[in-house]
């Protein structure tokens, strides 16, 4: 049997376009397919921007991937010699005893991260955006910032093919075969044989594998973007990144990182559904009528009505753990998906490891938590609609 590659990579978002790199980088042959093209953003990387963190409030076992996926990430600007990795720092806040503090600073204090515990009072003085309720701390972490995913996954995918990648833009796979050596796939109009088969379709992967034991649901998640009545207190110099759980809220923002306003989200889901080309992309108004009681009471200075509103979507598995593994039933397929809101910062570690497996080769890193398949009920996704 002839082979067109060794590796082939369906879909070239955040994780197919950092996976085309790795392996390219290793100057294996490599093939690859976007419906659309590296650095669209109608697919899980879209919303303008992504946050990295390294003091996880998901919990301190991801710190040692968030490290290695941070060397990545400046690797990356050193090959191509552009900024990818803005760290202008992010704030935690919480109630001290929370299990989401507890796992910040235990991300701090267990790998010794750049970090700054900081009182009510020192918040006030250095962010005099941000009041702490009674009983709540803020941790500083340095080594966090923000990407662009539209600029990351094109600088990506244009680095592994400047380094011999061959990746096929505005071209849809319709199918996929394996067999004992390989695998072959079918756009309309074309097919390919490749050794291995990377599958990173994203909210997509379901529908390249009909039947196979996939554990995700599509999560739709609602992101607001607001002007400010003073746009110097919301400079990335004065007002980094935060994430907040006050309240009963779950949130995250950003300064005004595209020069003209805030963005806002809340953590959870905005809507459950099942096919990714039916995406609910209308934004209700009833969402920003109960986003005015957050910004009210923990954002003076924003104006409350946003001049611009996004629906995304993520896939999500029950745990909250992505999948990264070699498929249970096919040795040639490697499979990433699940990345259930927070997998964009990890995305050069997990294209990495998905280009070790796909090569055979040790993987350094703990990955048991993303093994295959993420099997448990669905009821634990934190719907937003819980909270007004
Ligand atoms: C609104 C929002 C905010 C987020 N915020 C953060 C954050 O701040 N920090 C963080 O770390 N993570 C965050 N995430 C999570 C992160 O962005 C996603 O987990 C990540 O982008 C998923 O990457 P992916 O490669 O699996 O999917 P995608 O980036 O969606 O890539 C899948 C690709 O596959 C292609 N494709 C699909 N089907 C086919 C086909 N049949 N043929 C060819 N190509 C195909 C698509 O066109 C797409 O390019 C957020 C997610 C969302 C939605």
Redesign the pocket.
């Known amino acids: 049997m002839t082979f067109d590659a060794d590796v082939g990579v369906?879909?070239?978002?955040?994780?197919?376009s950092m996976t085309a790199w790795r392996l390219a980088k290793r100057g294996v042959s490599v093939l690859g397919?976007?419906?659309?093209a590296?650095g669209?953003d109608?697919?899980?990387?879209?919303?303008e921007?992504?946050?990295?963190r390294t003091a996880y409030k998901e919990g301190p076992a991801y710190v040692p991937l968030l490290i290695k996926s941070r060397h990545l990430w400046n690797e990356l600007e050193a090959d191509t010699g552009t900024l990818l990795l803005n760290l202008i720092g992010a704030i935690s806040m919480a109630q001290e005893d929370s299990d989401y503090m507890r796992n910040v600073i235990a991300s701090c204090r267990n790998f010794d991260l750049d970090h700054e515990i900081l009182s009510a009072s020192q918040v006030r003085e250095r962010y005099p955006v941000h009041t702490l309720d009674p009983g709540e701390v803020a941790v500083l972490d340095r080594w966090a910032g923000y990407v662009r995913?539209d600029r990351a996954?094109m600088v990506a995918a244009r680095q592994a093919e400047s380094l011999g990648a061959t990746l096929h833009r505005y071209?849809?796979?319709?199918d996929i075969e394996f067999s004992q050596h390989g695998a072959t796939v079918y756009s309309d109009t074309q097919e390919w044989r490749v050794r291995k088969l990377v599958l990173?379709?994203?909210?997509?992967t379901r529908?390249?594998l009909p039947g196979s034991e996939l554990n995700h649901k599509l999560v739709r998640?609602v992101?607001a973007w607001y002007r400010t009545e003073n746009d110097t207190l919301f400079q990335p110099d004065v007002f980094p990144i935060f994430m907040r759980l006050s309240g009963g809220l779950d949130f995250c923002g950003w300064p005004m990182i595209n020069g003209d306003s805030v963005k806002l989200?809340r953590n959870g889901s905005h809507g459950v559904f099942e096919d990714p080309d039916k995406l609910n992309r209308n934004v209700e108004s009833a969402w920003f009528i109960r986003w005015r009681r957050m910004i009210r009471d923990y954002l003076p200075g924003i104006i409350p009505d946003p001049v611009r509103v996004g629906a995304?979507?993520?896939?999500w598995t029950p745990s909250g753990n992505a999948v990264v593994d070699l498929h249970p039933d096919c040795s040639n397929l490697v499979t990433?998906?699940g990345?259930?809101?927070?997998?964009?910062?990890?995305?050069p570690i997990f294209g990495e490891i998905a280009a070790r497996l796909a090569l055979e080769e040790k993987v350094e890193q703990d990955i048991s938590i993303f093994r295959s398949p993420a099997l448990g009920p669905f009821d634990a996704i934190p719907n937003e609609t819980m909270v007004p």
Request: proline letters at 7%; zero cysteines.
């Open positions: 369906v879909g070239l978002g955040a994780m197919g397919w976007d419906r659309l590296p669209h109608q697919s899980a990387s879209g919303g921007s992504r946050i990295f995913p996954n071209t849809p796979i319709r990173t379709a994203g909210p997509w529908r390249l998640i992101l989200g995304y979507m993520d896939s990433l998906y990345f259930s809101g927070h997998g964009y910062k990890l995305s």
